[in-house]
C-alpha cells in the first residue's frame, strides 16, 4: 500500500504557529537595541528582554560575531550598520537610492539646502539617504531616522500616493479620516509644503518619486532652512520648483524613460 504525504493548503499552512526560539531571541535584541542607540549591557538586554544571562549571552556572542552587533566603550553592545545595509540591498531602497543620488547631489547644488530620501516601513517612514548643503550652515535628517507619517511632510506625500511597504490599514484610515482634504490637495498639486512639526525656521518640502505603476516608492524632502543674514539666494518657491522637477527626473530614470 502506498502511503501518500497529505499537502496542506496554503492557508492551513499559514495557520500553524511554527517557533524557532533562538531566531526569535535575535530578532528581540534588534528590535531592544533599535531604541537604545547608546546600546546595553549584556545584563540589561537580557533584563529588557526578561530572560536570565545564560539564556541570551550565547545569542549575543554569535550575533557580534557576524557584524550585527558591535560593542562600544563601556562594554555596551549597539545595533550594527551592516543591518541597514543589509536591509538595503535586500530591498529596491539600494537601487533607489543609486538612481537618486546623482540628482539629489545637483539638487543640494542648487537650492543650497540639504534634501533626503523617504520611503515607507509599515506605520511609519525611514530615511534611507540624503545629501548636505555644501554650504556653511547645515540642517540635515539622520540616515535611518524614522518619521510619524499624519504629523510630517514626508509622511503626507507617502500617505497621499499610498506608498510601497506602508500598512495598507494606515494608508485607508488617513486618506478616508482628518487628512483627506489635504491628502488630496497633494495629489493635486504634486507636493506638500509645510511647516517642520519639530524645529523653528523650517519649512519641509516634499515631493513623490513614482514606480511605473504611478504609485509613490519614496518622497524627496527638503528641511527648508531659512537664514536670517541675507545670505539666502534661493527662495521656497524657487527650491519647490527645483524639487518637483528633480523627483520627476529620477522617476523617469527609475521607471527607464530618459
Known amino acids: 500500500m502506498t502511503i501518500k504525504a497529505k499537502v496542506l493548503p496554503e492557508s492551513a499552512v499559514k495557520a500553524h504557529t511554527y517557533t524557532a526560539p533562538a531566531l526569535e531571541k ?6 531592544l537595541l533599535s531604541e537604545r542607540p547608546h546600546g546595553l549591557t549584556v545584563s540589561e538586554i537580557a533584563a529588557g528582554l526578561g530572560l536570565s544571562m545564560s539564556e541570551i549571552f550565547r545569542i549575543l556572542m554569535v550575533m557580534e560575531r557576524r557584524g550585527w ?4 566603550a563601556g562594554d555596551r553592545l549597539r545595533v550594527a550598520t551592516k543591518v541597514l545595509d543589509l536591509a538595503f540591498k535586500a530591498t ?3 537601487e533607489l537610492i543609486q538612481v537618486s543620488a546623482p540628482f539629489m547631489r545637483e539638487l543640494v547644488q542648487r537650492v543650497e539646502q540639504s534634501c533626503h530620501l523617504v520611503i515607507g516601513n ?8 540624503r545629501q548636505q548643503t555644501p554650504g556653511p550652515t547645515v ?3 539622520r540616515i535611518g531616522a524614522e518619521i510619524t507619517l499624519e504629523e510630517t511632510c514626508s509622511g503626507h506625500v507617502l ?7 506602508l500598512n495598507p490599514e494606515r494608508v485607508k484610515a488617513a486618506q478616508s479620516g482628518v487628512l483627506a482634504t489635504p491628502l488630496q ?3 493635486s498639486r504634486g507636493y506638500e ?3 517642520s512639526a519639530r524645529t523653528l525656521g523650517v519649512t519641509d518640502i516634499s515631493c513623490p518619486i513614482f514606480d511605473g505603476q504611478g504609485r509613490a516608492i519614496a518622497a524627496l524632502t527638503i528641511p527648508y532652512l531659512q537664514l536670517v543674514d541675507g545670505t539666502q539666494t534661493v527662495e521656497k518657491d524657487e527650491a519647490r520648483d527645483c524639487l518637483q522637477e528633480i523627483a520627476a527626473r529620477i522617476s523617469d530614470e527609475m521607471n527607464g524613460t530618459r
Open 26 to 31: 535575535g530578532f528581540n535584541v534588534i528590535e
Open 69 to 72: 552587533l558591535r560593542r562600544t
Open 92 to 94: 529596491p531602497a539600494e
Open 122 to 129: 509599515g506605520d511609519k517612514g525611514l530615511v534611507v539617504f
Open 139 to 141: 540642517f540635515a535628517v
Open 159 to 165: 500617505l497621499a500616493y499610498d506608498a510601497a511597504d
Open 185 to 187: 490637495r497633494i495629489r
Open 193 to 195: 509644503m509645510m511647516k
